[in-house]
């Protein structure tokens, strides 16, 4: 299997204060994603990225940005955190056969 | 307007029954993907569905093509407890956009009582 790994796992922050959520993989993979999931919408992309420095919106990009200074990781920020961005966070890679995901990032912003 | 559409939403078995679950869109898929999701981990990958009327059969999981590409089924025989989880349908390019992108249907959750 394809080796992706989110960190960290669990965090907790305060409404206002920006927060960087990191994705790596070990395939040397070209596309990346960030998703995020919350009940009764389901998985929503939020951004991507098709190579190094190359990145582009999904349907809810609005208060997030990302990085990707090299092919093995994708950063996802969030500028100035919200309560709405309260979410289960997952990166994923395109491989041949569809997408590995990470394990996610269970972000609460309170 | 959701574009991937999952049925039902909710279903709750015993050990040993049969169970189908749907995914329909009112577009063409160009493919489709299954995906099961265990609480506390990401979606894993089931299978990927191309041509329309494919059967593909995994151990007791069967998944089915619409002809017409705009439909999909998983069918489930008799359901284990293992089983239990959050099924999604996924595809690539259905929003008109990149086909490097994949669209979620919302899932069905299943829970297989023992």
């Known amino acids: 299997d394809a080796g992706i790994t989110q960190s960290p796992r669990h965090k907790v922050t305060e409404t206002g204060t920006p927060v960087t959520l990191r994705c790596h993989q070990t395939?040397?993979?070209?596309?990346m994603y960030w998703y995020r999931q919350d009940p009764g919408h389901g998985l929503r992309l939020i951004h991507y990225s098709y190579g190094v420095k190359d990145t582009d919106k999904g349907e809810v990009s609005d208060g997030y940005s990302v990085s990707r200074s090299k092919t093995e990781d994708f950063l996802l920020t969030l500028e100035s955190a919200t309560s709405s961005q309260t979410s289960v966070y997952f990166c994923?890679?395109?491989?041949?056969?569809?997408?590995?995901f990470g394990s996610g990032t269970r972000l609460t912003v309170v | 307007t959701q574009l991937l559409e999952q049925s039902p939403q909710f279903l709750s078995i015993q050990e040993g029954e049969n169970l189908t679950v749907y995914c329909n869109s009112s577009s063409v898929f160009s493919s489709l993907q299954w995906y099961r999701q265990e609480p506390g981990e990401g979606p894993v990958l089931l299978v990927t569905v191309v041509t329309g009327g494919e059967v593909k059969k995994l151990k007791r999981l069967t998944f089915q093509f619409g002809d017409a590409r705009k439909d999909s089924s998983l069918h489930i025989t008799a359901a284990q407890p293992g089983d239990t989880g959050l099924y999604l349908c996924a595809s690539k390019g259905i929003s008109g956009g990149s086909n490097y992108k994949l669209t979620f249907g919302k899932g069905t959750l299943l829970t297989v009582n023992p």
């Open positions: 994923a890679i395109s491989g041949l056969y569809g997408y590995t």
């Open positions: 395939e040397n993979h070209r596309y």
